[in-house]
């Protein structure tokens, strides 16, 4: 990767960021081995732009978003964060205060509307909270701070003293967004925030977050595994296979040329909506590699189509191919890959 | 262009309520269909509009407080070698638990559903639950149930599948566990598939694998599949005809391609609009998404008129909010469930612009 220190562009850096889970066994506990469920992994994302981040379950976005926030700590590696008040700073090395200051500008939207809400708190505790904790607002400015937030968000501010068992799945969406947004962040991880609504409900949450960051100038780093979402809402694309960013591109150049072989068989992969284009998928081989025990050389060798003997030794890096279009394929120029036929205007609606 | 196929299971006016302490929901509410021998249906519609309780009624297996009001479900069995006509069954004046209804579940109609967890037993192998499907349906010994077990396993794509068949559910993935829920369904050669939601918790790879094993299936053993689902991509690309579904009704049926290329009821309209579609922005055209504007509206509570009026752009004040909307044939395959088709409109309300509507008022 380029050296992006001096860019003031970029918002967030995430260098070589690697998570390993100990596997633990027997009576004393020992640790018998590693699931590296993020093994060096490595983007940025500028500021006011969406880094989409894909691949199917288990490939370790979850997670990777989760180090950003600092839910956690790493195994290894460094996370730049851009801040508004401190200046550039490395996430995994700040002290208590200086962590509490930041998250300030970094709040995450959660997948499940219906489990990320306490209960037992109206709307007004929920999306209050953050500003309480941080002491922004107490009192009748606290009521009206929350009053606005709702209205931002699309909800009657009436609702205010009610609990979220009274609202729908996107109602309650929504409410997680006041929430994130209460604190004025500059980045937000989005971790599934469609995966559980309805397609109409779907479409109404995308709007908003669009609009959403283009009033506050917010940074999304958007986690999902819906191919189709996270190229309508995402300016940069990052693919996720068994703990590494395989490709990642400038959404319609990695949607319409992909170089992984693996970003072209997700592609595939997807049922497209039109009966006029019915395709026969690339169906991969076996299945998704075992994080604890990934194979030899490049982790989706045993999988693709187009390896070769030197694919099975040597670990493929993540290179620059073209401007901004990253892809770790020892192959990545030699292969013609086929990415997503543009869609029948008929059918663009 | 009509459907010679033999029908295969006839769906009139079926209600299926369910009730509760708060009232009476009404999960199915006088849905008709037919399907065809060989014929794949897609049901499509967000959730809690009815399709899976609809699958449900079919098999009988709709739980209480919920049950079938009225209607009827005929199910056409394959005439006999000898030249008679087929023998058509009532399915809802069949007892849920009787012998003859279990002949039929499992048998000739079977199902797959969404989380192939829930459906499995965890104490037992999946070579087990298939032997006991296969024994209860078919006149055999445990040794050829068995060899039954591990050809089906073989032919929906198991690795080792003489192995697998003494693995319990949790030491297989999502994926092989539906090849699994999908070989116990096939066993007895189903003459209709229900496949409730069959790849929406699995991931695209394995998902486009499932669709693919569904498709060369039916080629070979023909059976008919009635595939619910609200992933339009889908629908698209494995069905022939297609019904979409909205708070316990029909509001538009057609086939696949007028679906997509000529779609008629204003919801199946704006939820093709509302879909993200892979490719938009390669082609430039990714813009805002249509969304439908707010939500489903409470079962116990079902709007006056057509149920759809309070979120349609079309809405016609006086007309969709106080009469529920006839069905119109628009051609031979195609019928919508709305006002603004009517063949004999009381007033000029072909147009679809929320203009033309105001205009009408007037």
């Known amino acids: 990767m380029t050296e992006h220190a001096d860019d003031p562009s970029i918002l967030l850096e995430v260098r070589n960021l690697k998570k390993h889970f100990p596997i633990k066994r027997g009576w004393f506990s020992r640790t018998v081995g590693y699931v590296k469920a993020v093994d060096g992994v490595s983007f940025f994302v500028r500021e006011g732009e969406t880094l989409g981040l894909v691949g199917e379950s288990g490939c370790g976005k979850t997670t990777t978003g989760r180090l950003v926030l600092r839910a956690m700590p790493p195994t290894d590696g460094e996370i730049w964060f851009r801040d508004r008040e401190q200046g550039r700073v490395n996430i995994p090395t700040v002290d208590r205060a200086a962590l509490k200051r930041l998250r300030r500008n970094m709040q995450m939207i959660f997948q499940d509307p219906y489990s990320s809400l306490n209960p037992r708190m109206t709307l007004l505790d929920i999306v209050g909270e953050p500003l309480l904790v941080h002491g922004v607002a107490k009192g009748a400015e606290l009521k009206d701070r929350v009053a606005e937030l709702l209205r931002v968000v699309g909800l009657r501010t009436e609702y205010m003293n009610r609990y979220p068992h009274a609202f729908s799945g996107g109602q309650r969406q929504r409410i997680g967004i006041a929430r994130a947004l209460a604190l004025n962040p500059q980045l937000i991880v989005c971790d599934e925030p469609v995966s559980a609504l309805d397609v109409s409900i779907q479409a109404q949450i995308l709007n908003l977050l669009q609009d959403l960051q283009q009033q506050f100038r917010l940074t999304y780093l958007f986690v999902a595994h819906d191919l189709s979402v996270v190229e309508h809402i995402s300016d940069r694309v990052a693919v996720m296979y068994v703990g590494k960013i395989v490709e990642s591109a400038p959404t319609p150049r990695l949607y319409t040329m992909p170089r992984h072989p693996y970003t072209e068989a997700l592609l595939s992969a997807v049922p497209k909506p039109d009966p006029r284009r019915r395709t026969t998928p690339i169906v991969l081989e076996g299945e998704v590699a075992d994080p604890a025990h990934p194979p030899s050389g490049c982790y989706f060798h045993p999988r693709c189509r187009y390896r070769i003997d030197r694919c099975v030794v040597e670990t493929p890096e993540l290179r620059e191919i073209a401007p901004d279009h990253f892809v770790s394929c020892h192959r990545a120029e030699e292969l013609e890959l086929q990415g997503v036929l543009p869609l029948t205007r008929a059918l663009a609606h | ?362």
């Open chain 2, 1 to 362: 262009m009509t459907d010679t196929r033999p029908l295969l299971l006839e769906v009139e006016d079926l209600k299926t309520y369910f009730y509760l302490d708060e009232g009476v929901v009404r999960a199915v509410d006088g849905v008709s269909f037919t399907i065809r021998r060989g014929q794949t249906v897609g049901v499509v519609g967000e959730s809690g509009c009815g399709k899976s309780i609809t699958a449900r009624s079919i098999m009988q297996i709709v739980r209480p407080p919920g049950r079938i009001v009225s209607g009827s479900i005929r199910f056409h069995r394959a005439p006999p070698s000898n030249g008679n006509p087929g023998e058509v069954i009532e399915i809802t004046k069949l007892d849920p638990m009787g012998k003859p209804m279990r002949m039929i579940r499992g048998g000739e109609i079977s199902m797959v559903f969404q989380e192939p967890m829930t459906s499995l037993s965890p104490v037992h192998t999946v070579g087990d639950q298939i032997m006991e499907a296969i024994m209860l349906h078919q006149s055999v010994s445990k040794e050829e149930a068995r060899r039954l077990a591990i050809h089906m396993f073989s032919k929906v794509g198991m690795q080792q599948p003489a192995r697998t068949v003494d693995r319990y559910p949790h030491q297989l993935s999502g994926g092989m566990r539906q090849r699994a829920m999908i070989a116990m369904a096939l066993s007895c050669t189903p003459s209709l598939l229900i496949a409730d939601e069959p790849t929406t918790a699995l991931d695209v790879t394995t998902e486009a694998q499932i669709l693919q094993l569904m498709r060369d299936l039916q080629r070979e053993l023909g059976m008919a599949i009635m595939f619910i689902t609200h992933n339009l991509g889908v629908v698209a690309q494995m069905t022939e005809v297609v019904m979409v579904m909205y708070m316990g009704r029909i509001v538009e049926t057609a086939t696949v391609d007028d679906l997509f290329y000529a779609p008629k009821h204003p919801y199946t309209r704006l939820l093709l609009k509302a879909i993200p579609k892979l490719g938009s922005k390669a082609m430039g055209t990714a813009t805002r998404l249509e969304s439908i504007k707010g939500t489903v509206p409470h079962p116990y509570a079902i709007p006056r008129g057509c149920p759809f009026h309070p979120r349609c752009g079309d809405m016609i004040p006086g007309v969709c909010d106080a009469v529920e909307p006839p069905v119109v044939n628009v051609s031979d395959t195609q019928t919508v469930r709305c006002h603004l088709y009517q063949s004999a409109p009381s007033r000029d309300v072909i147009p679809l612009t929320p203009q033309s509507a105001a205009k009408v008022e007037h």
